[in-house]
């Protein structure tokens, strides 16, 4: 798992979009060619979606749990449901509410933090689908359940599938609770990745972590510091 997680330099700077500590995620700086962001899971903290749409990229959000109304910002197009692999009165597929939004080219951006339901939603989305897709950032929950065989089939599927088109350009450890003792590595139960689609990649050298850029998600607690076989 850790062969197929590792972070590489692709020939981009990366810059920081969103709030100091959690909320901020690093990209790689080609976001004058995106021009539209899909946003699932709002949550208290929506200064990504603000700069984002600062920058003049349509932004769609979606969340079942939260009210429009209660979003601070401006000109964004939202859905109170929550992604899935099917779609139901409360739940949508991330194909059909792209679909549902518009006839979109390859110039899109993806920002997922949906408390594990990412893995269901990557398996149920068509490359095809992916691949209109310039950048993903992805929160992956739970990586300290990674020694159960169920668990540990489902997460590498997830990271092969995104591999066909992606490159991991950054990953970042979640802090918000500790590390866990995992065959001898310590881990966190969250981590978020930056991938960038591979036809736009220029080169692909091991990336050093951490980022100058890099900050904790809690202020409050011990920083994390990843594996060093991610390095190798």
Same mark, same amino acid.
């Given at each position: %798992?850790?062969?197929?997680?590792?972070?590489?330099?692709? #020939?981009?700077?990366?810059?920081?979009?969103?709030?100091?500590?959690?909320?901020?995620?690093?990209?790689?700086?080609?976001?004058?060619?995106?021009?539209?962001?899909?946003?699932?899971?709002?949550?208290?903290?929506?200064?990504?979606?603000?700069?984002?749409?600062?920058?003049?990229?349509?932004?769609?959000?979606?969340? #079942?749990?939260?009210?429009?109304?209660?979003?601070?910002?401006?000109?964004?197009?939202?859905?109170?449901?929550?992604?899935?692999?099917?779609?139901?009165?409360?739940?949508?597929?991330?194909?059909?509410?792209?679909?549902?939004?518009?006839?979109?080219?390859?110039?899109?951006?993806?920002?997922?933090?949906?408390?594990?339901?990412?893995?269901?939603?990557?398996?149920?989305?068509?490359?095809?689908?992916?691949?209109?897709?310039?950048?993903? /950032? /992805?929160?992956?929950?739970?990586?300290?359940?990674?020694?159960?065989?169920?668990?540990?089939? /489902?997460?590498?599927?997830?990271?092969?599938?995104?591999?066909?088109?992606?490159? /991991?350009?950054? %990953?970042?450890?979640?802090?918000?609770?500790?590390?866990?003792?995992?065959? #001898? @590595?310590?881990?966190?139960?969250?981590?978020?990745?930056?991938?960038?689609?591979?036809?736009?990649?220029?080169?692909?050298?091991?990336?050093?972590?951490?980022?100058?850029?890099?900050?904790?998600?809690?202020?409050?607690?011990?920083?994390?510091?990843?594996?060093?076989?991610? @390095?190798?």
């Amino acid at each position: %798992i850790l062969n197929k997680i590792k972070p590489y330099n692709v #020939g981009f700077k990366l810059i920081r979009i969103g709030s100091p500590n959690d909320g901020g995620y690093l990209v790689p700086d080609i976001l004058n060619e995106i021009k539209h962001c899909f946003s699932p899971g709002v949550g208290n903290n929506t200064e990504f979606e603000k700069q984002i749409i600062d920058k003049g990229i349509k932004t769609f959000m979606a969340d #079942g749990s939260v009210n429009k109304e209660n979003i601070k910002l401006d000109n964004f197009n939202f859905i109170k449901k929550n992604l899935a692999s099917y779609d139901s009165k409360n739940t949508i597929t991330l194909e059909n509410w792209i679909k549902k939004e518009g006839n979109f080219a390859d110039d899109l951006l993806l920002q997922m933090d949906i408390e594990s339901s990412e893995y269901e939603v990557i398996h149920a989305t068509p490359l095809e689908c992916l691949k209109k897709f310039k950048i993903l /950032i /992805i929160e992956f929950h739970y990586l300290e359940k990674i020694n159960n065989n169920y668990f540990y089939k /489902i997460f590498e599927n997830t990271i092969e599938k995104l591999s066909l088109e992606f490159e /991991i350009v950054h %990953i970042h450890p979640n802090n918000c609770q500790g590390v866990y003792s995992v065959s #001898g @590595f310590k881990l966190p139960t969250a981590i978020e990745i930056t991938f960038l689609r591979k036809d736009l990649c220029k080169e692909k050298k091991i990336a050093k972590i951490p980022h100058l850029l890099d900050q904790k998600n809690i202020i409050k607690l011990p920083d994390i510091y990843l594996p060093k076989e991610l @390095f190798n």
